[in-house]
């Protein structure tokens, strides 16, 4: 069976979207994981896959290069809605709403959540400032904005080893269902730069979510004010977000092919 794919990335966050909309394409872990492979595969961070939806436009599922599947990727949803003018988009994090304003895309990402056990954490703590440290990384701030994740507020953002430090505390038994890692630096007065190890899926040059994870966490900090201009290693998002509301994003996606497999292929 041959598959048709396309080729996106938002901000370097790269991804092989299939839409299977019209005829029923079966993604396994395994398949995912082969797809995903830069050297033998098509090669990407997340595989999107779009469905019918009866509550949305379009449901998207989004397997990590691991191929784990996860809840939610605001790069991904950027490129979905770039791709198919969705205007809601069904994801396992819930249904969130696209727009799109020339070669910018907004996406309301929902409203964040807080609590020990919607993170989830592994018993109740303090999600502001988490009592636990990993090396020179402590007092992280936990929220969940569809996905977990947890952020550190350094001096040196450069200074920190995260490709040693992301996988250890993505596996950390504090975090049940594993934890995207964000090491943020204030830049401004409503600026950020951030780092992020994305779960399942390793350093990455842009997360969306972990952008909207990360202004959240400043601005209840009292770090910095909203909109936030959050500068990643493939580019910059902006963020906004008030207290009990939802959070904005914004940024570009771009459409590299359009290419062709055969599904066999990847097992």
């Known amino acids: 069976m041959r598959f048709a794919f396309h080729k996106m990335h ?109 993170i989830p954490l592994a018993y109740p703590l303090d999600t502001a400032d988490v009592p636990a440290a990993w090396d020179a990384l402590e007092h992280g701030s936990a929220v969940n904005v569809g996905n977990p994740h947890i952020i550190f507020f350094v001096a040196d953002l450069d200074a920190v080893s995260l490709d040693e430090l992301g996988p250890r505390i993505e596996h950390d038994p504090l975090f049940p269902d594993r934890v995207n890692v964000n090491v943020a630096q204030v830049t401004g007065s409503s600026a950020l730069r951030l780092r992020v190890w994305e779960r399942g899926a390793g350093l990455t040059r842009a997360c969306g979510t972990g952008a909207c994870a990360s202004a959240v966490a400043a601005i209840r900090r009292g770090l910095v004010r909203s909109p936030v201009a959050v500068s990643l290693p493939g580019g910059e998002l902006d963020i906004a977000w008030s207290p009990g509301g939802t959070i904005r994003m914004s940024g570009s996606a771009t459409h590299v092919f359009v290419g062709e497999a055969e599904l066999e292929a990847f097992g």
């Open 10 to 118: 938002g901000l370097g966050n790269d991804f092989v979207v299939i839409d299977a909309r019209g005829e029923r394409i079966a993604i396994t872990r395994d398949r995912a994981r082969a797809i995903a492979d830069r050297h033998t595969g098509i090669g990407c961070d997340q595989l999107i896959l779009l469905e019918p939806s009866e509550t949305a436009d379009l449901r998207m599922r989004i397997f990590n290069a691991d191929g784990g599947e996860v809840e939610q990727c605001g790069n991904a949803l950027r490129c979905v809605a770039e791709l198919t003018r969705a205007e809601r988009i069904e994801t396992a994090g819930g249904v969130v709403a696209a727009m799109t304003e020339g070669a910018s895309i907004t996406i309301d990402m929902g409203a964040p959540r807080f609590e020990w056990d919607r």
